[in-house]
């Protein structure tokens, strides 16, 4: 097994996806289900570069570009919102914060 | 020539009463209403005398009232001489009942409303005779149905005369669905409703001397106008129709609306040639029809029920003539009938107007010395009706009567027995009304001189008319009829005098008469007091379990259990739906996300095994 | 080499990721998230994605990440405490990420066409000179758009982060 095979590195994006996804659906504290969030970010930008080489193209690490720029602005937006949430809240937990309910 | 204008004056004082008649004060309300007929009249005798001789038909075509497939109904009006007959008798009949009118119902309320729906009744009357086909004459037909239903309960403060009303309404319904399912026959056959195309269609088909389509056509046709013009089965509705105003009465229930199952079959003369059995049908029905209703009419005590079993019983004589084929015959004695029996009628109105609204002839009498016009007026129109010699009466029936014997000879014997038992019971209502002495608690008076005028002007023609030579006038529309001889003629006519002696003898001669032949015939005389008990039989076997039908099946069982269920049902069944699926929302956004996984992952199983979303 | 490589830095990333979601303290699970950027970094080398690699650490790791950490400080947030009520999310989460996993293996060993082997410096359409011919030529228009959402996103975190002026 000399080179690694392109598929595994689709199967790492994966799985840290599912990670990701974990995270979100576990944790009770929102920033670190918003950390969550930026790891299936980071999983679907390794897709992304994996792609642009088996296509032997650029577009998908342009793609991924992008992804990150949304993410950092993504990031700004929600932390501050984060910040107001528990300004009126006074709680990070994910589950009090629940007044969409029916 | 413009046709349409003849039913567009009444159209027009319809709405012009309907709409601002409240208002109006009550000469304005008779200008338009009275002033609509006369110029409808008017128009008629200009028409009339500019299509002189009228040999052929005059048709007028307008637009193409439906189109729907290979089916054409235009709105076409058609003159020819039978059509003329008719208009002359309603337009004329018609304006001097509306100028009755104006004096009978001076004192009534809902005056507007009462000219208003007159003005209607006029123009679907003008409407079905001036028709050119059967759906448009269907209009008229259905039309003057709701005018008599909403004339009969115009009265609606008293529970008796909307139960008349609406049971008018309803024989005729049963009578109207026969006509349309004759209808849709003729559509099926046919492929047309107008009726010169059908006629040149059946001319080149065979006489049916079995039954056919032809037949099953013209029956049901029937059927609609034995429910339109009162015959067996059908007649329940006409004696309860009296609860109307008297002019209406006059108008619809014996000079025009009952007379339009007559014209009706007389219009399809050239369906009903070609079916010899319908033609026996209706020759029977006719003849049954007016010998029960004559008897009836022997025992009644309310004055305008004798006159409405007589026009029952003069309607069966009209249908006798079509039904043995004398259809000029037929028309000449609606026309005849037109006169005299709205004389009668306007005659007994003038009666009941000059004693303070009674009815009831025992307690009238010796009315004579009070209403001197009245009396002569309504004497010319007993005799008229009886057939007394040079009456129009008497030219109209022998006529028939003549041709019947023609037909089957045991016809015209049933026929002059009936015509005696007529002349004796409008004789019977004649002397109780007029001789003896006056057994109310009234102060009987003469009519104002816009009520007697009429009177006057119906009771020539009511003995005039006969010499109008109608028939021969008629004739080159029908088919050839034989006449029998003269001497039948006159046996009818004696006949017809000893109805009147043997009233007379009765009722003047020897008072008390009456009553001992009423006790001395015991159940006979009960049997037909209580006019054959008809409307208990039709109650007990029709309408009481079509009404529990009703309310039982229909509405408990399908219509609270099964629709009210089903919707209701559906209601309650999704909200608990709803319920269930509302615990989703529990706003906790892990169950969100989870559920949002859970989507995904089944997205992407069905695309995995649809082959990879190619 | 490659090999040893990927297999070194993909172990890194599965287990900071691991780490992410089993930690109680936000801080530690920010520490890892660090550490899953960096080694997908060397990845991203790895798939000849030189320019890419570096704004990953540059920008998501050196400034995204400096971001949450300060406002973890912030906020002050401590360690979780157990509990919540999501128990749905608790029995089914497991088994779902699972049928996931295993799911998009399937998919991409059976669907994907032939996929070429990972060797460093295979592709080098990677460098700053390509992705930037392609950034200002064919992907002009949505540049400029992301350049206004965040101007956007500082307009809008600094209006929703400021206190009150009481």
């Known amino acids: ?102 | 020539m413009n046709l349409w204008l003849i039913p567009l004056f009444p159209l027009l004082g319809f709405l012009i009463n309907g709409i601002w008649g409240r208002r109006f004060s009550k000469a304005l309300v008779n200008l338009f209403a009275v002033g609509s007929v006369v110029a409808s009249f008017a128009y008629v005798l200009w028409v009339l005398s500019a299509l002189y001789p009228l040999t052929t038909a005059h048709t007028e075509t307008y637009f193409t009232w439906i189109h729907s497939g290979s089916l054409q109904i235009g709105f076409d009006l058609t003159v020819d001489r039978l059509t003329a007959i008719m208009l002359l008798i309603i337009t004329g009949v018609g304006l001097l009942i509306h100028i009755y009118s104006a004096g009978y119902m001076e004192h009534e309320g809902g005056y507007h409303r009462f000219f208003s729906f007159l003005n209607l009744f006029m123009f679907f009357m003008l409407l079905l005779v001036l028709a050119s086909n059967f759906l448009l004459l269907f209009v008229g037909w259905e039309g003057v149905g709701l005018c008599s239903y909403l004339l009969i309960g115009f009265y609606f403060g008293e529970d008796f005369a909307n139960n008349a009303g609406t049971k008018a309404f309803v024989v005729n319904r049963i009578g109207d669905f026969g006509f349309l399912l004759g209808m849709l026959l003729i559509v099926v056959h046919f492929g047309t409703l107008d009726f010169a195309t059908i006629a040149s269609a059946v001319a080149s088909m065979p006489v049916e001397a079995s039954a056919g389509v032809l037949t099953a056509i013209t029956l049901l046709l029937f059927v609609g106008a034995t429910g339109k013009s009162a015959q067996i089965p059908l007649f329940v509705w006409l004696p309860d129709a009296m609860a109307g105003p008297t002019p209406v009465s006059a108008l619809i229930h014996a000079a025009t609306m009952v007379t339009a199952g007559v014209y009706m079959i007389a219009r399809a003369a050239f369906l009903y040639g070609h079916t010899p059995i319908t033609l026996h049908v209706v020759a029977l029905i006719g003849l049954f029809t007016a010998v029960m209703a004559a008897t009836i009419g022997m025992t009644q005590n309310d004055i305008k029920r004798v006159y409405a079993y007589s026009t029952v019983s003069q309607l069966g004589y009209m249908f006798l003539g079509i039904g043995v084929g004398a259809y000029s015959d037929g028309i000449f004695h609606v026309m005849t009938h037109a006169f005299f029996k709205a004389l009668l009628f306007l005659g007994a109105g003038s009666i009941i107007h000059g004693i303070g609204g009674e009815q009831d002839l025992r307690r009238m009498g010796g009315l004579r010395k009070y209403m001197p016009i009245t009396f002569i007026t309504l004497l010319a129109a007993s005799l008229a009706i009886s057939g007394f010699p040079g009456f129009s009466g008497f030219f109209s029936k022998d006529a028939i009567l003549s041709a019947a014997y023609d037909y089957a000879p045991w016809m015209y014997w049933v026929g002059v027995i009936t015509a005696g038992i007529t002349a004796f019971y409008v004789f019977r209502a004649f002397f109780l009304a007029f001789f003896g002495d006056y057994r109310g608690h009234h102060h009987p008076h003469e009519s104002p001189w816009v009520m007697t005028l009429p009177l006057i002007v119906l009771a020539v023609f009511s003995v005039g008319g006969g010499f109008l030579n109608v028939p021969n006038w008629l004739a080159p529309m029908f088919p050839n009829v034989e006449h029998g001889s003269p001497l039948l003629m006159w046996i009818s006519a004696a006949v017809s005098i000893l109805g009147i002696v043997i009233a007379y003898y009765i009722y003047i001669l020897k008072p008390g008469t009456a009553e001992s032949i009423a006790a001395a015939t015991g159940p006979v005389y009960k049997l037909i007091d209580h006019k054959y008990y008809v409307d208990e039989i039709y109650g007990a076997l029709i309408v009481r379990p079509v009404e529990a039908f009703s309310r039982t099946v229909l509405w408990k069982g399908a219509d609270i259990a099964a629709i009210d269920g089903g919707v209701d049902g559906l209601g309650h069944r999704l909200r608990g739906i709803g319920a269930i699926f509302r615990q989703m929302q529990s706003g906790s956004i892990r169950n969100y996300a989870t559920w949002v996984v859970l989507g995904s992952l089944l997205v992407l199983f069905v695309l995995g095994l649809a082959g990879g979303g190619r | 080499m490659d090999t040893i490589l990927f297999f070194i830095f993909a172990i890194i990333a599965v287990v900071c990721g691991l780490n992410l979601v089993l930690q109680k303290h936000p801080i530690s699970s920010a520490l890892s998230l660090i550490g899953v950027m960096g080694s997908l970094a060397v990845l991203y080398l790895m798939l000849g994605a030189e320019f890419l690699a570096a704004a990953q650490v540059i920008v998501y790791a050196g400034a995204i990440m400096v971001l949450f950490v300060f406002v973890i400080m912030l906020l002050n947030a401590g360690s979780e405490k157990p509990g919540g009520k999501s128990w749905f999310a608790q029995i089914a989460g497991i088994p779902l990420l699972l049928a996931f996993i295993a799911v998009m293996g399937f998919v991409i060993e059976t669907f994907l066409p032939a996929l070429r082997s990972v060797r460093f410096g295979s592709f080098a359409g990677g460098t700053a000179r390509e992705i930037g011919r392609v950034l200002f030529t064919e992907y002009l228009l949505p540049f400029e758009v992301t350049s206004v959402l965040i101007l956007i996103a500082i307009l809008g975190a600094v209006v929703l982060a400021r206190k009150e002026i009481d």
């Open chain 1, 1 to 102: 097994m000399h080179h690694v095979p392109l598929s595994w590195y689709l199967i790492l994006s994966a799985i840290l996806f599912a990670l990701g996804i974990a995270g979100f659906i576990y944790r009770k504290n929102i920033i670190t289900v918003f950390m969550s969030i930026e790891l299936m970010l980071n999983a679907v930008n390794l897709s992304f570069v994996a792609f642009a080489y088996q296509l032997r193209q650029v577009d998908g690490q342009i793609y991924a570009f992008f992804v990150m720029v949304v993410a950092a602005a993504e990031a700004a937006v929600g932390l501050a919102i984060i910040l107001t949430v528990f300004k009126n809240r006074k709680t990070l937990q994910i589950d009090e914060i629940d007044s969409m309910k029916l």
